[in-house]
């Protein structure tokens, strides 16, 4: 799914979110994506058996761990890792797969929506959440929303 109505629905409703394959590393796209959701008021949680911690919030070594309630699964690893990782967010009553941007296994988004969640691949949850709610129009950047009519996110 990849229509901007969705996309802010998904963002705006789900504050809980699970990245798997996040690095503990600043420099990597993983930690920059989840510290700025972070920053904008999303529960991050961890999953990577290799930390105990990470952005401040335990980590876990897989989503099955998490104690608490995800909405979504934010998947930051190769392609041909991801069904296993859908499976899970089916499992522990995920809404939301999320394949971040290069990751694309139709299978596991087939899955996915096939057990009623909300399926995103190829896209950054950062990269969307700034096109669609954090400014980067007033910056510049051509973000392809151009509407004259308030948006609903605003009229909460």
């Not at 190769?78 to 694309?104: C, N, R, S, Y």
């Not at 990269?127 to 996110?153: D, M, Q, Y």
Request: with cysteine; charged share 25%.
């Amino acid at each position: 799914m990849s229509d901007i109505e969705t996309l802010r629905r998904i963002l705006a409703t789900n504050k809980v979110i699970a990245v798997v394959g996040l690095s503990a590393d600043w420099y990597r796209p993983s930690y920059f994506a989840a510290k700025y959701m972070q920053e904008h008021g999303y529960r991050i949680v961890p999953v990577n058996p290799r930390y105990k911690e990470i952005l401040g919030e335990t980590c876990y070594a897989s989503l099955a761990d998490i104690p608490e309630k995800v909405d979504v699964v934010d998947v930051f690893r190769k392609t041909a890792d991801v069904m296993p990782i859908a499976e899970q967010a089916v499992a522990i009553g995920a809404k939301v797969l999320w394949q971040q941007l290069g990751v694309l296994n139709q299978d596991a988004d087939r899955y996915a929506r096939d057990h009623g969640l909300d399926s995103v691949m190829d896209r950054c949850v950062k990269i969307e959440h700034a096109r669609l709610f954090g400014g980067l129009n007033w910056a510049g950047v051509n973000t392809k929303v151009i509407s004259a009519k308030r948006p609903r996110w605003l009229a909460y």
